[in-house]
């Protein structure tokens, strides 16, 4: 287990140390684990070339340290609580040697079916615990895992399966949903057709049995491939700056690009946020209700807590099924300890009020978390006193894809807390906030671009496939900075709010879009000329998506016409792409340059008609008008 600082007075003062001494203290934290090979060098770096490398010259393999390394000593612990979709059905677990038995047998079946050390395996799965058992059996041979969130399209799936030329997709063959039974097979099968030409095998774990179409050769089921392999398998040796997985997330431009994470300072890094931010005690129940599709689910229901010997709970269904009150009912069933999820589910919930929170006992919980998003005032508020009864912390917890862990956060109960503020960065952490010109804003109550200027050990390393993209998007707009896309403010006592992006990309109940991506998609409509979307403020949702478009001809059918254009966005991405508002419009607001002033359509978005600013430079300001006439 990672060194667990339990005071604020000790943060302060190992905060200090790790800025003075990283490569010391990052050595410390490291020297927790089980290498097969110490690094030769912790840490070689260079943000301009965008060259960063820690532990250099380690060997290891990230599951001996999740599951070999607690057999001695907690082989009969609970490391997975499963919590199935359906409230009757039954809790089951998988004590540290069954959840080893089963990566072996699921990595030694896998070996068998020839996928090698560096393969690419994309993942397409619900949240049951084959999808965590199959991600650790790829790192366990050295196969490189691409999850991708069941929720988008077979479109978005085939584009990320094409991308990273995996050879395996793992599916289900129906995920379920609350009240639904979603036929991903179905969906796999129509996007591995759309050119998916690396794609050997789809490999199927069989969920709710219902009938599935098959392609013979191809297909072959988990169970058949699994249950009677071996439950021992050796791990392969991995460099500490070998790949272990590619997860995509949307950015300001074109499509999604594959954030690349290495084996060894995913590792310490992961293990070493969750234990001091969560302040995880041996036999506590850790419940994050992320999916595995997203980073989070990636780092702080799989693998940090893995890494620390905890006990993490994985559930399959949604927030609202079959009532509002389920997530309360769970955390009464398993006592949950910590609890982490996010600010959208937290207002969606709200909203039914306290009655559903009220009829369950959650005095278990000793820790409350946020992430994803800005946590407003009054959902903070809620949280604490409803579901917290005022006696629990909350960590409001920022960071990224790109990051890999928990950046700016409060560590359990130690730092001081204020809602909607993020608060201090983690030891090691080194956050600044610049000015449009690039220049440090030293001192405090200041506002600025959120950037680090030191790396940490699970920040990206590359976007799969184009390095210069990875330097270019996150390297280049600062000199020797990591951009984080965010701005954010300094309060008089040095604590973090992010305010949120600055770049174009909008956060929609907590997932990652960017504007372009929507706006592509809907210009696939046959009627629509040009379109832009902006964000705009969304009571539960964070932000809504805006829709502008300008079509072809008159459009008459108005709701026919919208419901055509959600399927088209649903088609193409996924249905947490679909505009919450849709205005036809003759005209975008353009410069003289051409391009979209997207400033005045985000103002019209929010209903901030009367401080548009100056519209006399635009090409076309008799736009305006019509756009404000016809906001909705
Ligand atoms: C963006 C990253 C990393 C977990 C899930 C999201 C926003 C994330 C917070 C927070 C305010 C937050 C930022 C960031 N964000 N956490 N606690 N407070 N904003 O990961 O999809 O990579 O999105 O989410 O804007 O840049 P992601």
Known sequence: MSMQIRTFEEYKAVYQRSVEDPEGFW??????????????????????DLDVKWFIGGKLNITENCLDRHLAERGDQTAIIFE?????GETTTYTYRQLYEEVCKTANALHAMGVRKGDRICF??????????????????????????????????????????????????????????????????????????????????????????????RDKWWHEQVDHQQPECPAEEMDSEDMLFILYTSGSTGKPKGVVHSCGGYMVYTCYSFANVFQYQPGDIYWCTADIGWITG??????????????????????????????????????????YTAPTAIRALMAFGDDPVNKYDLSSIKLLGTVGEPIN????????????????????????????????????????????????????????????????????????VLCMKYPWPSMIRTTYGDHERCRQTYFSSYDNMYFTGDGARRDENGMYRIIGRIDDVINVSGHRMGTAEVENAINEHPKVVESAVVGY???????????????????????????????????????????????????????????????????????ETDSLGDISTLLNPEVVEEIKDGAL
């Open 27 to 48: 050595a410390e934290q490291a020297g927790s684990f089980n290498w097969r090979k110490p690094w030769d060098k912790v840490l070689d770096w260079n943000f301009r």
């Open 84 to 88: 199935p979709n359906d409230p009757n």
């Open 124 to 217: 397409y799965m619900p949240m049951i615990p084959q999808l965590a058992i199959g991600v650790l059996a790829c790192a366990r041979i050295g196969a490189i895992h691409s999850v991708v969130f069941a929720g988008f399209s077979a479109s978005s799936l085939s584009d990320r399966i094409k991308d990273a030329s995996c050879k395996m997709v793992i599916c289900s063959d129906y995920n379920r949903r609350g009240a639904k039974n979603i036929p991903v097979k179905a969906i796999v099968d129509e996007a591995v057709a759309m050119g998916c030409d690396s794609v050997e095998t789809v490999f199927v774990h069989q969920n709710t049995g219902e009938a599935i179409n098959w392609v013979e050769g």
């Open 298 to 339: 990636h780092s702080y229901i799989v693998y940090g807590p893995l890494l620390a010997g905890a006990t993490t709970v994985m559930f399959e269904g949604v927030p609202t099924y079959p009532d509002a009150g389920r997530f309360w009912q769970i955390v009464e069933k398993l006592k949950v300890n910590q609890f």
């Open 377 to 448: 005032e009054e959902a903070w508020e809620w949280y604490h006193k409803v579901v917290g009864k005022e006696k629990c912390p909350i960590v409001d917890t920022w960071w990224q894809t790109e990051t890999g862990g928990i950046m700016i956060s409060g560590l359990g109960g130690l730092s001081p807390m204020k809602p909607s503020f993020a608060g201090y960065p983690l030891p090691g952490i080194q956050p600044c906030l610049l000015d449009g010109n690039g220049k440090e804003i030293d001192g405090n109550n200041v506002e600025g």
């Open 537 to 607: 403020p969304h009571d539960i949702k964070g932000q809504g998506i805006y829709a502008y478009v300008i079509t072809l001809e008159p459009v008459n059918d108005l709701e026919g016409f919208r419901k055509e254009l959600l399927a088209v966005v649903t088609r193409e991405i996924g249905p947490i792409a679909k505009p919450d508002k849709i205005q036809v419009v003759s005209g975008l607001p353009k410069t003289r340059s051409g391009k979209i002033m997207r400033r005045i359509l985000r103002k019209v978005a929010s209903g």
